[in-house]
């Protein structure tokens, strides 16, 4: 049984950062591609961030880059989103993504993140 859990959201400060993980079991975490979206209240959920098996080649959305890290640690096969200098705008609920060599995609529950002065 697949299972991604992410977690490490909640409330921030404009500036603040946070660390998301994801947990991952049920699949071959290091050959599959994993990822990061968010969705806006009221929107559709659009891309962040990829990590490609082995993390060395990572992709960001032009929105985030610079104050998002994606990283990974496939011996405890965990995805990591690093958000710095956040803003309101990054209020969004982060999901976590996989792709797996064999073409399977699966989707975490997803972590709220609330940006508020």
């Known amino acids: 049984q697949v299972e991604l859990v992410e977690s490490g959201g909640g409330l921030v400060q404009p500036g603040g950062a946070l660390n998301l993980p994801c947990a991952a079991s049920g699949f071959t975490f290091s050959s599959a591609s994993m990822s990061w979206y968010r969705q806006p209240p009221g929107q559709e959920r659009e891309f962040v961030a990829s990590s490609f098996m082995a993390g060395t080649e990572t992709n960001y959305a032009d929105s985030v880059n610079g104050r998002f890290t994606i990283s990974r640690n496939n011996a405890k096969s965990t995805v990591y989103l690093q958000i710095k200098s956040q803003k309101p705008m990054d209020t969004d609920v982060y999901y976590c993504?996989?792709?797996?060599?064999?073409?399977?995609?699966?989707w975490g529950q997803g972590t709220p993140v609330i940006v508020v002065s």
């Open positions: 993504n996989a792709e797996t060599a064999e073409d399977y995609e699966y």
